[in-house]
């Protein structure tokens, strides 16, 4: 057995069965290995930035950890995107990393560089494999830091001199006991926090229940609803959660606006503000003579619980505050189709009329997303995926992964034009898997969150040529002549109508469609 041949099994042996592979010649090893140990999955992908926001997609649907396979730096480099996507969601993944091998890295050939360094800007945990007996124990440590808690991008870094030569047997998996002992003191500052919270709660002050991490699952949810209802303070989740339980059955939560000014309006004039798996509020960007910092003056800050700890620590204080509190549940409710002109409203309103029950939503049509959230609160019980790092191309990756990790369930990728174009690669993936992945592509021909920041930042000496910048149109990107291109089936939407009948026939087919929904910018 072989290094490459002992890190693969190791994988499986420790769960991590699927691995987003864009390789080159210091992974053949690894590839060759795919052969020795069928129960991997490698899933061909042709830039690393699909194989890299595949992980983070999988990771968010199957709680577990699937492996990248990357070539060299530069390959990493260009998977840095939706790594850091996946480090902000605190998504597990082991991203493996080849080099070149051990004695040929003092010639500094050509695709040399420092790729501990790279690693380290998006990872938790960096190891670089030194010799073929320790890939397997290394692998392991690997699996077991991806998981964490906190659950984080674990790479491990090897040489293709490691992966070819003689390795032992596997390690047993590693687990998490390795870890630091800090029970002790994690559950008396849990109790403090636990007091604190309760103690802002009962005050009769204004006080807001900010949600994220795991507490934004039915768990989570419905104590947090329990807790909102009992004491009357306002229930908010982050702007972009991981994952996001919804729908019928379920209580509803807002979700934190992106726009400063929203979000300030949301968050009122609270006295307290609870953090339970969320990061206290700042605005996304500096803007002239605003301010960063979107906490209310004067209000106080309590963290009851980071992210993996979120759900635990809100069913302890539901049961304090609010014991024998209902949470409310989202109703039922039929959609009437629209008809007429195809806008971001009308199409949402056609999103939540036909959404099927069990899918998973992957969001990523940026300013035609505005109509969403309301046009699909009644809509089937589903699982809502966001651009939780802000880094766009995210959504044809992440839609991918979460196809494969949930393949009995209607994944549903609403994507911006603009971000398609980062990693419409995908598409390729999804044909060549057969994944049944219904893309929509809201086709403004323009980066329209842009124009709108344009405005937003003051830049009044703005003009045509900046604008032009700005503009997706000239030539006009065919999004179906794109998908047909990579075996995706593909159409193209201009009314209601025809938007509503392509994807109740997209979603009633099995296999990837894409539906190109062409829809005015909501941002002039």
Known sequence: MNGAQALIRALVDAGVDVCFANPGTSEMHFVAALDA????????????????????????MADRPAATLLHLGPGLANGLSNLHNARRAGTPVVNVVGDHATYHKRFDAPLESDIDAIAGAVSGWVRRSDSAAQVASDTAAAVAAAFGPPAQVATLILPADVSWSEAGEPAAPATAAGQSDTTGQVSAEAGEAMAAAAKALRSGEPCVLLIGGDATREAGLRSASRIAIATDAKLLCETFPTRLERGVGLPAVERLGYLAEMATYQLGEAKHLILAGARSPVTFFAYPDKPSDLVPQG???????????????????????????????????????????????????VVGALLPEAAV?????????????????????????????????????????AALACPDRPILC?????????????????????????????????????????????????????????????????????????GVPASRATTAEEFSDQLARAIAEPGPHLIEAVVPSIVP
């Open 299 to 349: 209000c106080e800050v309590h963290v009851l619980a980071e992210p993996s700890y979120a759900n635990a620590a809100l069913a302890t204080l539901a049961d304090e505050v609010a014991a024998g509190t209902d949470a409310p549940l989202a109703p039922s409710g039929h959609i009437e189709l629209p008809t007429g002109e195809l806008t971001a409203e009308t199409s949402a309103i």
């Open 37 to 60: 140990v069928p129960e991997m999955r490698g899933v061909l992908t042709l830039y690393e930035g699909v194989a890299t926001g595949a992980a983070d997609g999988y990771a968010r």
């Open 414 to 486: 609403l994507e911006a034009d603009g971000s398609a174009m980062y990693t419409i690669s995908a598409l390729w993936t999804q044909a060549r898997e057969n994944l049944d992945i219904t893309t929509i592509i809201y086709h403004n021909s323009a980066y329209a969150i842009l124009r709108m920041e344009l405005q937003r930042v003051g830049a009044v000496e703005s003009g045509d040529r900046a604008r032009a910048l700005l503009d997706l149109s000239g030539p006009t990107l065919d999004f179906v002549a794109l998908a047909t291109g990579m």
């Open 361 to 401: 939503v992957v969001d990523e049509a940026n300013t035609s997303s505005l109509f969403l959230p309301t046009a699909t609160a009644s809509a089937p019980r589903h699982d809502w995926l966001t651009l939780t790092g802000g880094s766009i191309g995210y959504g044809l990756p992440a839609a991918t992964g």
